[in-house]
């Protein structure tokens, strides 16, 4: 449905002719880049140290401020998916290139396109740095059962 929609408007006849030389969004051709599993983004190769319990108590703040309007830490989808269990189904470096780097990663990441596909809503990019996507992202561990507790 979305799509007949982006087409109607695309024919519509009211679209700005200007020379911006760029296409519209909707006829931005996506190529995705082979799937290397850690996305499109500065974060490659990373490997994750031991858990870090102030880092995750950091990371749930954030969360709670910049991710919970559309993500529940449980499998529920509100707007995007639930993310129960993604540090189990991602590696570390997609999930931070996720968080930093969302509209690249959802016109060249193959897994990224499909979930867009899937819950037809771009994921914005929510000012997160680099440090806060890191406290995220050890705060999804502790969800998954990788935290403290899990540890003893």
């Known amino acids: 449905m979305a799509t007949g929609i982006a087409l109607i408007a695309g024919c519509s006849g009211n679209e ?15 190529e ?23 880092l995750a108590a950091s990371g749930k703040s954030v969360f709670e401020t910049k991710c919970s309007a559309c993500h529940k830490t449980t499998e529920q989808k509100i707007v995007g998916p639930g993310l129960k269990g993604v540090t189990q189904r991602r590696k570390p470096a997609w999930v931070l290139n996720m968080i930093t780097n969302p509209e690249e990663m959802t016109k060249k990441d193959p897994v990224a396109m499909k ?38």
């Open 32 to 54: 995705a880049v082979a799937d290397n599993g850690e996305g499109v983004g500065k974060f490659s190769g990373l490997t994750l140290g031991s858990f870090d319990t102030t």
């Open 115 to 152: 979930l867009l596909e899937e819950h037809l809503t771009q994921m914005t990019f929510q000012n997160v740095t680099d440090e806060e996507a890191k406290s995220i992202l050890e705060y999804l561990r502790e969800i998954d059962g990788e935290g403290a507790s899990a540890q003893k």
């Open 16 to 30: 700005d002719t200007s020379t911006s030389g760029t296409a519209p969004e909707s006829m931005v051709k996506k």
